[in-house]
C-alpha cells in the first residue's frame, strides 16, 4: 500500500521533534557514562594534586644531602715535587769563588794608535768619530772644537763647518805624507807659528770664512792658499812671506782688511785674488822688474783688485809686463 506524500512528510516532522528523547535509555545512559570518565581524566581533582606536594619531604630528605654527595674523600691526593733536581755538593768542592789576581798599575802597557787613529776628546779613535777612505779623512760638521788626532798615513784632512778656533803646533806633527788641510767655515783665528810650514808634503792650505787675522810661517812647496773671508791685516803678513813659496800658484786673499799688496810675489803666481780690501796704492814693482822690461810674467793671468779704493789708472807702469789688466776700477 503506498502512502501519500503529505503523510510522509508528516512523519519526518515528528520524528525529527521527538530527537534523543526516542533513544532507548540503555544507549543514552552508556554515552553520559562515558563522557562523564573521559572528563575526570582530562581534569584531576586539585586536592589530590596538593595533597601528594605535601609528602614530598618525607620521601627525599634534603638536610642529608651532603653526606650522600660527599666528593672530598673521592680526589685523589697530590704530591708536591719539585722539578729541579736537588744539587749535591762533593765533599772536596769548594763553594767559595778564587779570587783572581790584581793587575799591577805599573805594570799596564801604554795604549798604542790603532789603524783606525788614536783615540780624540770623545775617548773614540778619530776614523769612527769621522769618515776615514783611503788616506782621506772627512770630519765635515760634527761640531770638533780641536784638531783631531789623525793616522800617521793621512794626506787630505776636510774638517769644515766646525768649531775649531786654534790650530796648534802638534795638531799636524808626524804628518809627513798630507798634502792637503781644508778647514774652511770654522772659527779659527789663530794658529802656531810652527804648526804648518814644517809639513813637507802640503800643498793646498784652505781656510776661507773663518776669523784668522794673521799667517803663520808656511811651508815652501804650498801651490794653493785660500784665505778668503778672514780678518787678515797687512801688518799680519811677515815680510817677503811669500817670495821664497816658488812653487805657489793660487793665492786668495779676497774679502779681508788688507790696505796694501803683499809683495814681492813668486814668479809661480798665476791667480791672485784681492779683491773687496781697502787697497788704497800699488808698489811700483808689485807685479813687475822695473830693471827687466824686457820680461813678460806669461802666467800671471788673472789679478782682481776690483772692490778696493785705490784707482788703478793712476799706476801704469806697474803692469807693462803682465799679459792682461788687473780687474778694478781705471777711473
Known amino acids: ?145 780641536n784638531i783631531p788626532p789623525l793616522p800617521r798615513m793621512t794626506t787630505y784632512l776636510y774638517a769644515r763647518f766646525n768649531r775649531i778656533s786654534r790650530i796648534r803646533t802638534a795638531d799636524f806633527q808626524g804628518l809627513t805624507k798630507l798634502k792637503r788641510i781644508d778647514l774652511s767655515s770654522n772659527f779659527i783665528s789663530s794658529i802656531d807659528n810652527d804648526a804648518l810650514h814644517l809639513l813637507p808634503a802640503l800643498q793646498d792650505l784652505i781656510l776661507p770664512e773663518n776669523q784668522l787675522v794673521a799667517l803663520p810661517m808656511l811651508p815652501s812647496g804650498i801651490k794653493f792658499l785660500d784665505v778668503r773671508l778672514n780678518r787678515l791685516r797687512s801688518s799680519g803678513i811677515q815680510p817677503e812671506a811669500f817670495r821664497a813659496l816658488e812653487k805657489l800658484q793660487f793665492l786668495y786673499l779676497a774679502d779681508n782688511l788688507l790696505d796694501s799688496i803683499p809683495w814681492p810675489l813668486p814668479l809661480s803666481l798665476r791667480s791672485l785674488h784681492l779683491q773687496n780690501n781697502m787697497i788704497e796704492t800699488l808698489p811700483r814693482d808689485a807685479f813687475c822688474d822695473p830693471g827687466e822690461h824686457r820680461h813678460i810674467r806669461r802666467q800671471l793671468e788673472d789679478i782682481r783688485l776690483d772692490g778696493n779704493p785705490i784707482n788703478l789708472s793712476l799706476f801704469p807702469s806697474a803692469y807693462f809686463c803682465l799679459p792682461r789688466l788687473p780687474v778694478g776700477r781705471f777711473s
Not at 503523510?7 to 557514562?33: D, I, N, T, W, Y
Open 1 to 145: 500500500m503506498r502512502l501519500p506524500v503529505w503523510l510522509l512528510s508528516l512523519l519526518a516532522l515528528v520524528l525529527q521533534e521527538a530527537g534523543p528523547a526516542s533513544l532507548p535509555k540503555e544507549r543514552r545512559r552508556g554515552e553520559e557514562r562515558g563522557h562523564g570518565e573521559s572528563h575526570a581524566v582530562a581534569q584531576p581533582h586539585a586536592g589530590s594534586y596538593l595533597g601528594s606536594l605535601d609528602d614530598y619531604g618525607e620521601v627525599i630528605d634534603l638536610s642529608n644531602y651532603e653526606e650522600l654527595a660527599d666528593y672530598g674523600d673521592q680526589l685523589a691526593e697530590v704530591k708536591e715535587t719539585s722539578l729541579v733536581p736537588p744539587t749535591r755538593i762533593s765533599p772536596t768542592q769548594s763553594t767559595v769563588a778564587p779570587r783572581t789576581p790584581l793587575s799591577n798599575p805599573a805594570m799596564t802597557k801604554p795604549t798604542l794608535p790603532g789603524p783606525l787613529g788614536s783615540p780624540t776628546s770623545l775617548d773614540l779613535p778619530t776614523c769612527l768619530v769621522c769618515v776615514c777612505l783611503g788616506s782621506s779623512v772627512y770630519c765635515d760638521d760634527i761640531d770638533l772644537q
